[in-house]
């Protein structure tokens, strides 16, 4: 009886709606079928699904699709918090991006979840002392998506990377829980220092498309960055700042940005 309550309680019921997506997308469109039965209808659970996912993006002709997935599960493994801030992600995603329809979607097609996922994999290699492997790790994910974040940086749950193309992260970067952020950001130094020398990100955050960070800055939690802005000095909790360089124009407009994903600069904004 012991073991028939487990295997009740252990049902999943975010795997179980990913499931059910996927045989909706072979049924209206069975030509996706050998693509979806790989990525999800053959696998038992999401762990799985994206340890496949991710093996089948990083390998290459150097390092084989059975190696990468091994180093995958190995790391899913060893640290459970990496599927559960693979699933804050997944849901952040879901419930941000007008695009994003089904839960199916990120797993299958966005690159900016993916590559995100590959980093965390390569954050635990770079934790356990294997630097060469989490090296290797970061220049797939750039190879492949277009997204640069060093294996060192600090990255919190619940993190979408919308379009992420040209997206920089360094390695003393840290970025809280619940940002969202745009593609081609920044988060980088600003010369050759070698100590703590990047961002430091608080949590819901909103950086729009093509703002740089630079420097060991913080940038207080809730706060919003303005498309195409350069950030060189340290942001206040909850406002809102624009502009070359950047500075505070307003406050930031709602409880949560990186949630409300709200771009607009308001009233405020002819004063630029």
């Keep these: 009886m012991a073991d028939l309550n487990r295997n009740i309680t252990s049902v999943d019921p975010v795997w179980s709606q990913i499931q059910r997506e996927a045989e909706q997308a072979v049924a209206k469109e069975p030509l996706i079928g050998g693509f979806v039965h790989a990525c999800i209808l053959h696998h038992k659970s999401i762990e799985k699904a994206l340890s496949y996912r991710v093996a089948a993006k990083l390998a290459s002709n150097e390092m084989s699709m059975v190696v990468v997935r091994e180093m995958v599960e190995d ?35 966005f690159k ?20 060469d492997l989490a090296y290797f790790v970061q220049m797939r994910v750039s190879e492949i998506f277009g997204v640069d974040i060093h294996p060192g940086a ?30 081609s950001v920044t988060l980088g130094g600003t ?11 608080g949590d819901g955050v909103l950086i729009g498309a093509g703002a740089k960070v630079l420097g060991n800055i913080k940038v207080g939690h809730c706060s919003r960055i303005a498309a195409g802005s350069v ?23 709602c409880d949560q940005p990186s949630i409300s994903m709200n771009h607009m600069l308001g009233p405020w904004e002819d004063n630029l």
């Design 75 to 109: 790391a899913y493994a060893a640290d459970p918090k990496l599927i559960e801030a693979a699933r804050a992600d997944l849901v952040a995603i879901f419930e941000r991006d007008p695009a994003c329809h089904r839960l199916l979607q990120p797993i299958l097609y």
């Design 112 to 131: 900016g979840y993916q590559a995100v996922q590959a980093y965390r994999v390569g954050h635990h290699l770079w934790t356990q002392g294997r630097s």
């Design 154 to 183: 600090r990255i919190g749950k619940g993190i979408m990377i919308d379009h992420a193309h040209s997206i920089v992260i360094g390695e003393t970067a840290v970025v809280g829980d619940n940002v969202s952020m745009l593609h």
């Design 191 to 201: 010369g050759k220092e070698e100590e703590d020398r990047h961002p430091k990100i």
């Design 231 to 253: 950030v060189l000095e340290e942001v206040p909790p909850c406002k809102t700042v624009a502009g070359i360089p950047a500075r505070i124009v307003g406050e930031a407009g």
